[in-house]
């Protein structure tokens, strides 16, 4: 028996993570003695429908800026978080927030860390950072730094720079350069795991199976097929979760790996990061 006690107010937090009953998500948080992660777990081995949104993330205020180099060929992602809604809205945080990412384009940084050292005016990125807090009176931090480089790298920013992207393509051209433009509104859309699913991690994969086998087993179904039926979620589960399989937003018809090749038998995506607030 679990002795962590669970507060409503952490109930409410699952609830609003996945979409769960009440008494559901307590159950689940009992369960799995107080951690969130496990208890999405939980949910869904026992079948519970779950809402769309990412139960690893805590809610965030902040901006997010993407932008690519001038040969098109290295792209940038930039997160940089705040406290409240009103201050990842001001002008000059958008601006300064812009500044700091066109310098990671510019220096090409290898890490967050190697981006806060960067001189910035007569100070570093980081200490540019810190003054913005003295001014705002918040916690300001660099939260993302993520970056990507590929014959073509195409970026968007999504929902007044709450989300960006950056993904690379295989061949240059401006009619890849347009199908980018569609499959980075994709991904800002349907935050898929990865390219395809050789990207999706072993772990996740054996996480998956494990969980559609608990899914058949509450249904009722036979122990002898729990396995074919849990491989049968798991493709279901790469349509999901992975970009090339998915269908495309703008015709459900055909999947994004489809839609590419329609362009140009031979194109395809090399790599993407994404990162959004909230």
Known sequence: ?????????????????????????KNALTEAEGDFDTAVDILRKKGQKLSAKRAEREAKEGVVVALVNDAKDKGVVIRLS???????????FVRFTEKVTQLA????????????????????VGEAITEQVGK??????LAEYLKIEAPLVVSYIHLGN????????????????????MVA???????????????????TIEKEIEIGK?????????????EKIALGKLQKFYKEAT???????????????QYLQGVDKELTVTGFCHTENG
């Open 214 to 226: 608990e899914q058949a087993r509450a249904e009722g179904k036979p122990e002898a097929i729990l």
């Open 243 to 257: 970009l090339l399989n998915q269908a495309f937003i703008s015709d459900q018809k055909q999947s994004v790996k």
């Open 162 to 181: 709450r989300a960006g992207v950056a993904v690379g393509l295989n061949k240059t051209g401006e009619a890849a350069e347009e199908a980018g433009k």
């Open 1 to 25: 028996m679990s002795t962590v006690k669970i507060s409503a107010q952490d109930v409410k937090k699952l609830r609003d993570m996945t979409g769960a009953g009440m008494m559901d998500c």
């Open 105 to 124: 384009i510019d220096k090409n940084p290898a890490s967050k860390e190697e981006l806060l050292q960067l001189p910035y005016g007569n100070i570093t």
């Open 82 to 92: 705040c406290e409240t809604d009103f201050v990842a809205k001001n002008e000059d």
């Open 136 to 141: 705002i009176g918040e916690k300001i931090e």
């Open 185 to 203: 509104m994709q991904i800002a859309a349907m935050r898929p795991l990865a390219v395809d699913k050789e990207g999706i991690s072993k772990e």
